[in-house]
């Protein structure tokens, strides 16, 4: 007998169906069971301090948590908050709130496709478009629409798409109003992130810009230990640095074994203090780039004080670090992109009760320096600037005031003082006046203002074949060697001062990039440069450098301002806003992390990239103005 396709479809469904009304009610969980198995969902992810989310739109640092809420920054007033259940709460552009809701959204976890939800929020931030009769409460409606695959700069990662509506809420019975804000966000569980963003919202636009692999588990350091009982504290238990991790499994792609290199200025080695809170500053520095720096306090992971998001070859330390009485271990644990690891440990000890003795501080026996500002050069052929010498003028009557040195103990050349600031004043004071006049326990603060040149030099030492150059006044710009001040010249001048304590603040730049203080020679061509130079400043002990902006950027001066960028940060941190533990003193250690961070912020409003530098080492903390007086 021939039977037809079509009854043999027709009879497997009525098998079907009679098979379906006989099956127990077990079986039909069991059913139930492996189907949901089968559904895509996605569990609520775990975030810690340092963690990275890199992004078309900047590269994202976990700073701080505060009250559930996970702070990302990307440095620049560039802020993205979260709450822990990945609700968008805030974001900041630039120093703009663009978007700040109350309480925090919240998502509900586990994802999974269909899922939604609906709250009633206040809009605390500025509208993107106006609204007639806004009240300031806002209804977000959020679905999950798809489980799919998206495309993005990092990769295509199987995701779910969210949809979020923001519209303004009307009546007393809270109605819904106008629609104004909608967000589409993908969610991939590979990589614990929202890979990609689209709405018409400021700050929602973005794509995941390269893998973000979870980061290595970080180095925890032992808690230091507690004493048996009360005591007065003996000689604080010494620790040595805990060993090197082992490699990870993954060999280094880029084949270098070079460690990162970690200079801790504060606190110094064995600290006795009676502060509750201290600064650590310091400053990691590679031949490659530093991806992660952390700082642990008895075991524990201290949130920084500046803007983390910046990552590179020389990156800066500031941690305010909490002290519990007794010893304390403060380890600076350092991780490259080729993966190498790098730790630097500092033992203190917290003195409290009787056995606190008042703080001495470093011993200053006198302090000088040389202030020099240069804007209007002989050469015509050389670029005047507006506020090299008004920078020059405002830090000396700082420094003549409340930093505390004795106007006999300062030179100033600038271009309306009586002595100019010519090529041969210059080398007088700060190889013949600072050579004679310091001693060994005295200050010495140098600070200049004017235009930098880089030349090709065959002869330089440095890796990328320029000498440097301060201009001075009367310059002759065909002829930087013989009329120019060089930064070799400077190293050997730093050399035979005697004080300890030797702080250049150098508000220029080498990269011969027309539009801020930097000057190049008619016959120079482009070059990439090295700030190897800086580190043949500071390579005596005692010698510390703050430059105003890396070898291969621009130091600007703004007429907003009336100073040079690095300069109005200078002035604003030493008359107080650097003070970060409050005590009244500004040291070098609290001015650096200040400007470093303020400069950079400004810089990249106004649509540059200026980021100061510090090299060099001065032990224990170094006051450089004291408020108040």
């Given amino acids: 007998m021939t039977i037809s396709r079509p009854s043999v479809v ?9 098979a379906l009304c006989v099956t127990t009610p077990s079986a039909l969980r069991l059913v139930a069971a492996v189907s949901a198995a089968d559904k895509p969902r996605a569990e609520r992810p775990v975030y810690k301090v340092g963690d990275k989310w890199i992004r078309t739109d900047g590269i994202y640092v976990l700073v701080r948590i505060d009250k559930d809420v996970y702070v990302f920054s990307a440095g620049g007033g560039k802020e993205f908050h979260l709450s822990k259940d990945l609700g968008i709460t805030k974001i900041i552009l630039e120093g703009r709130t663009e978007l700040d809701l109350e309480p925090a959204p919240r998502l509900s976890w586990p994802l999974e496709v269909g899922k939604w939800g609906t709250t009633r929020l206040l809009w605390r931030s500025a509208l993107p478009q106006p609204l007639p009769n806004f009240t300031g409460s806002v209804g977000l409606i959020w679905q999950v629409d798809a489980h799919e695959d998206v495309a993005t700069p990092a990769g295509t990662f199987p995701a779910f798409r969210i949809t979020q509506k923001i519209e303004t809420v009307t009546g007393s019975q809270g109605g819904s109003g106008q629609q104004f804000g909608q967000v589409m966000l993908w969610y991939a569980p590979d990589v614990q992130r929202f890979v990609k963003a689209q709405g018409n919202l400021k700050g929602l636009n973005w794509e995941l810009n390269r893998a973000a692999t979870p980061t290595p588990p970080p180095v925890v350091a032992t808690p230091a230990p507690q004493p048996a009982e009360p005591r007065p504290p003996a000689e604080p238990p010494r620790r040595e640095p805990a060993p090197t991790p082992a490699p990870r499994a993954e060999p280094p792609k880029s084949g270098d074994t070079e460690a990162p290199k970690i200079a801790i200025n504060q606190p110094p080695p064995d600290a006795r203090l009676t502060d509750e809170k201290i600064l650590v500053t310091g400053l990691v520095t590679d031949n490659v780039e530093v991806v992660r720096v952390q ?9 920084s004080l500046l803007d983390v998001g910046v990552v590179g070859r020389g990156v800066p330390l500031g941690v305010l670090a909490e002290l519990k009485p007794g010893p304390n271990v403060i380890e600076v644990v350092a991780t490259d992109k080729a993966g190498n690891v790098a730790q630097a440990v500092r033992n203190v000890t917290r003195l409290t009760g009787a056995s606190a003795p008042t703080p001495a501080g470093p011993k200053i026996a006198n302090r000088w320096a040389v202030v020099i500002g240069v804007g209007d050069y002989e050469s015509k052929s050389v670029p005047k600037l507006r506020f090299a010498e008004p920078d020059a003028d405002a830090m000396y009557r700082l420094l003549t005031t ?3 040195f004795p106007r006999e103990n300062v030179v100033l050349l600038t271009d309306k003082a009586p002595e100019k600031p010519t090529l041969q004043n210059i080398r007088l004071a ?7 006049k310091t001693t060994r326990d005295d200050l010495v603060l140098i600070y200049y203002a004017g235009l930098g040149a880089p030349e090709a030099d065959t002869t330089s030492k440095e890796k990328d074949g320029l000498a440097k150059y301060l201009i001075p006044r009367n310059v002759q710009p065909e002829s930087l060697r013989s009329t120019a ?12 001062i005697p004080a300890e304590r030797v702080v250049l603040l ?5 990269s011969g990039v027309a539009g801020g203080r930097s000057f190049a020679p008619s016959n120079a061509r482009p070059r990439t440069l090295s700030d190897q130079f800086l580190d043949r400043l500071t390579k005596s002990r005692g010698r510390l450098v703050i430059t105003a902006s890396g070898p291969n950027e621009v130091a600007l001066e703004t007429a907003e301002l009336g100073h040079g960028l690095f300069t109005y940060y200078l002035l604003e941190g030493l008359s107080g806003k650097a003070d970060r533990n409050g005590d009244g003193v500004v040291t070098v250690s609290e001015l650096y992390p200040y400007v470093e961070d303020q400069v950079e912020r400004k810089s990249r409003a106004a649509g540059g990239r200026q980021r100061p530098l510090m090299k060099g080492e001065i032990e224990g903390t170094l006051p450089l103005s004291r408020l108040g007086r």
Avoid: C, H, K, W
């Fill in 506 to 510: 150098l508000d220029t730049s080498y």
């Fill in 430 to 436: 700060l190889g013949d006046f600072l050579a004679r």
């Fill in 10 to 18: 027709v009879r497997l469904i009525g098998l079907a169906a009679l």
């Fill in 295 to 303: 700082v642990l306090v008895n075991g524990v992971e201290a949130p």
């Fill in 402 to 404: 409340r930093a505390g």
């Fill in 485 to 496: 001040f060089a930064m070799e010249e400077v190293q050997g001048i730093l050399a035979r």
